[in-house]
């Protein structure tokens, strides 16, 4: 299976910090990279697909970039609602995995 | 509305069954595969399996650590999609959220709409 490692685990930022989130493939997989938010008792929410295509109805200051084995999720200005966790996934090649995953706290 | 609404999740001893069920409503259920993911409580994400339409053969598809013991239906008629989970262990203790397959014919390659889980607990 191919293994997805996100950097950082966690970090705390203020009400509109810039927020930088990577995600490392253990090989290239193009660009099949997902990012999902996930709020606390919630279900996950897909916001990019295709490693930067913005899913419909999520806010623009969300973008994706990267393909091969690096890439980035970048929070432009962040809001309050905007604390979560953020999953990458890979759908490259069965099975799909995700990332361990990163908590945006406030600080 | 587009919606999934998982059911069936509860307290089960180890080695019992379980079925869980996904009901599907406000799109074309049969035109898309249906996946099953889970979550253990504080930790990541863990695809399950997944049941590809009938128009690729309604074929299934799982993750090593529950291949053998869950099976994964659909009902098209009903716009309902199960997992049944036999054998279960305390490490089967998870959420499990049924999703509807983005794009990616036979491959998913995304996964847009997610039910809000069931919680499954396996313990003595």
């Known amino acids: 299976d191919i293994q997805m490692t996100q950097s950082p685990s966690s970090l705390s930022a203020s009400v509109g910090d810039r927020v930088t989130i990577t995600c490392r493939a253990s090989?290239?997989?193009?660009?099949?990279l997902n990012w999902y938010q996930q709020r606390p008792g919630k279900a996950p929410k897909l916001l990019i697909y295709?490693?930067?295509t913005l899913q419909s109805g999520v806010p623009s200051r969300f973008s994706g970039s990267g393909s091969g084995t690096d890439f980035t999720l970048t929070i432009s200005s962040l809001l309050t609602e905007d604390f979560a966790a953020y999953y990458c996934?890979?759908?490259?090649?069965?099975?799909?995995?995700f990332g361990q995953g990163t908590k945006v706290e406030i600080k | 509305e587009v919606q999934l609404v998982e059911s069936g999740g509860g307290l089960v001893q180890p080695g019992r069954p379980l079925r869980l069920s996904c009901t599907a409503s406000?799109?074309?259920?049969?035109?898309?595969?249906m996946n099953w993911f889970r979550q253990a409580p504080g930790k990541g994400l863990e695809w399950v399996g997944i049941?590809?339409?009938?128009?690729?053969?309604?074929?299934?598809e799982y993750a090593a650590s529950v291949k053998g013991r869950f099976i994964i239906s659909r009902d098209d008629s009903k716009s309902i999609a199960y997992l049944q989970m036999n054998s279960l262990n305390t490490e089967d203790t998870a959420m499990y959220y049924c999703?509807?397959?983005?794009?990616?014919?036979?491959?998913?390659?995304?996964?847009?709409?997610w039910g809000q889980g069931t919680m499954v607990t396996v313990s003595s």
């Open positions: 996934q890979q759908t490259y090649s069965p099975p799909p995995t």
């Open positions: 090989q290239s997989i193009t660009t099949y």
């Open positions: 999703t509807r397959t983005y794009y990616g014919d036979y491959v998913p390659r995304a996964f847009d709409i």
């Open positions: 049941i590809r339409s009938k128009a690729y053969g309604g074929t299934t």
């Open positions: 295709g490693a930067s």
């Open positions: 406000g799109f074309s259920f049969g035109d898309y595969a």
